[in-house]
């Protein structure tokens, strides 16, 4: 997780949520500064789970992107996310985007469903409010789809091939000033 720790981000779902993904194998890497309480909070996550939680309290744009490049996942729990760009890099990288479905976060990652799978559409992972328990059932999904290699290649593969350019914004924009 890569972000400013404020409950807007869903720092407090994730903190809620580290015991999950320690007891089912996971690791997190978390970079970030912002609210004392979650400082602290995360620090004490790191210090109860040294050899799975890692934590540094600051910002540094080029680690930011070292860790999300290097992840299998990306967390961007946010309550409210206008835009986003976490997930895009995400998806840039093939680090699959585990996101809540809001904002510009939910017009970028398409959820791993069995349909959405099928369709080889799926990009990430999505879940719809901001519970501890929703964002567990996700993180659930995301360990059971990274039991599947195939599966779970295919998802990288989908995410890696999304187009969020300029150059291709333009080129939409273009064609519809063109009906008008």
């Not at 690791?27 to 210090?47: F, K, M």
């Not at 996101?99 to 349909?115: H, I, M, P, W």
Request: charged fraction near 20%; proline fraction near 3%.
């Amino acid at each position: 997780m890569v972000t400013r720790l404020t409950e807007q981000k869903g720092v407090d779902l994730l903190t809620e949520s580290a015991d999950e993904i320690v007891k089912q194998g996971g690791q997190l890497s978390i970079l970030g500064a912002g609210a004392a309480h979650l400082e602290e909070a995360i620090r004490q996550l790191s210090a109860t789970y040294p050899q799975n939680i890692a934590v540094k309290i600051g910002y540094d744009e080029t680690l930011s992107h070292l860790m999300i490049a290097g992840g299998d996942v990306i967390l961007v729990p946010s309550r409210f996310e206008p835009c986003g760009l976490t997930q895009l890099y995400g998806l840039q990288y093939g680090t699959l985007p585990l996101v809540r479905k809001t904002g510009g976060l939910a017009d970028t990652v398409v959820n791993s469903s069995l349909e959405n799978i099928k369709a080889h559409t799926a990009t990430g992972f999505t879940f719809d409010h901001a519970d501890s328990m929703e964002l567990r059932r996700c993180i659930q999904e995301a360990f059971a789809l990274w039991q599947e290699p195939r599966i779970w290649a295919m998802v990288r593969s989908n995410a890696m091939e999304q187009d969020f350019s300029w150059h291709k914004a333009a080129k939409e924009y273009f064609s519809l000033y063109q009906c008008l």
